[in-house]
Nanobody, 120 residues
């Protein structure tokens, strides 16, 4: 069974930095796109950043220039480096990956979510 395990959230002051990690575990044949989404209280879940298997990236306008997504394909891990954090970045951050497990269909998986809180 495949699962995504996240780590790295926490409480930080405005202007600070955090690094999120997400590792895909299980019997995995291949991983395509990996990404990070976030959901603030009372708001819809939104895409933060996406990275393809080839390393192409896409960012929400609100985080461009501050956040950097990267991945280590050998470790089945995606990272989100968050710099110059703002209070409006406060949300639960979810890892997302398009995974083809052995002996199963390709499908989208979600992590359990990690809380990021930025104080002013």
């Amino acid at each position: 069974q495949v699962q995504l395990v996240e780590s790295g959230g926490g409480l930080v002051q405005a202007g600070g930095s955090l690094r999120l990690s997400c590792t895909a575990l299980g019997n995995i044949f291949s991983i395509n796109d990996m990404g990070w989404y976030r959901q603030a209280p009372g708001k819809q879940r939104e895409l933060v950043a996406l990275i393809t298997n080839g390393g192409g990236t896409n960012y929400a306008d609100s985080v461009k220039g501050r956040f950097t997504i990267s991945r280590n394909n050998a470790k089945n891990t995606v990272y989100l480096q968050m710099n110059s954090l703002k209070p409006e970045d406060t949300a639960v951050y979810y890892c997302n990956a398009d995974i083809h497990p052995y002996n199963n269909y390709r499908q989208t998986y979600w992590g359990q979510g990690t809380q990021v809180t930025v104080s002013s």
